[in-house]
């Protein structure tokens, strides 16, 4: 029995330590309310009151599905250029999926019990990993910030568009009071559209930056060897208790 258990502790003890030590670093964020691209909110004040600036955590259902797709880490993978970080040395297209697959496998986005969004990645370098975590986060800002600024940008060309050819309609035809003020409101929409397209109002809320860690968060040495102590002294007790077993029974 103490033999199984200490080959087994010396086996997992030599594929643990050399495993190098990893650093984890978080970001968090909580989502913005949806309601904050919509112009009402903001040239509206009976509406701006109904509505808060945080949204909901069912919104950061579609972030999520985002996270998982490897857009966002080949943009990091290029940011930070990884190939060197990890070691890959053709920097080819095959090589720049291997690093960002990589990175991808170093970070968990996930939705915490709080309703907060939480940007987790291990890296060999304690300095690089809040770095990352940061990175990721930032881009999933921007494409989901684009995305509500989309609907804002179609509307605003629209309108331009409206607004050339009415002032065409004003140009070839007399004085007209009516198509006037058709085109000063058009103008004054365009304004607000274009003041909603210009600040982008953010889809997620930066809480807390990603920072250094002083710790090694994996692997887990201590807990590890632990488990191991244990599992290999029941399994060495039990084949022990088989084998007594099987001399008693009669032959």
Do not use: C
């Amino acid at each position: 029995m103490v033999a199984v258990a200490l080959l087994s502790l010396l086996a997992v003890g030599i594929i643990t330590f050399l495993k190098p030590r990893q650093y984890l670093s978080v970001a968090t964020s909580v989502p913005a309310s949806s309601v904050a691209a919509d112009k009402s909110r903001i040239f509206n004040e009976n509406i701006q009151a109904l509505y808060s600036a945080l949204g909901s955590p069912d919104d950061l259902d579609m972030i999520l599905g985002t996270a998982s797709l490897d857009t966002i880490y080949l943009s990091v993978t290029d940011q930070f250029n990884l190939f060197d970080h990890y070691k890959i040395s053709n920097k080819d297209s095959a090589a720049r999926t291997k690093a960002a697959t990589r990175l991808k496998g170093n970070t968990k986005v996930m939705k915490s019990e709080y309703g907060e969004l939480k940007v987790k990645v291990w890296d060999t370098d304690k300095s690089l990993a809040p770095q990352l975590a940061n990175a990721i986060m930032d881009k999933l800002q921007s494409i989901h910030q684009n995305l509500q600024s989309a609907g804002n940008e179609a509307t605003l060309m629209g309108l331009m568009s409206g607004k050339q050819k009415l002032q065409v309609q004003l140009d070839t035809t007399a004085i007209n009071s009516s198509l006037q003020g058709q085109l000063q409101q058009y103008e004054k929409l365009i304004g607000e559209y274009q003041l909603m397209v210009d600040s982008k109002p953010p889809a997620l809320i930066i809480v807390e930056k990603a920072k250094v860690s002083l710790r090694p968060d994996r692997p887990k040495r201590l807990q590890i060897m632990i488990a191991t102590a244990v599992l290999s002294l029941l399994f060495a007790l039990f084949a022990a208790l088989v084998m007594q077993r099987s001399k008693t029974l009669p032959k």
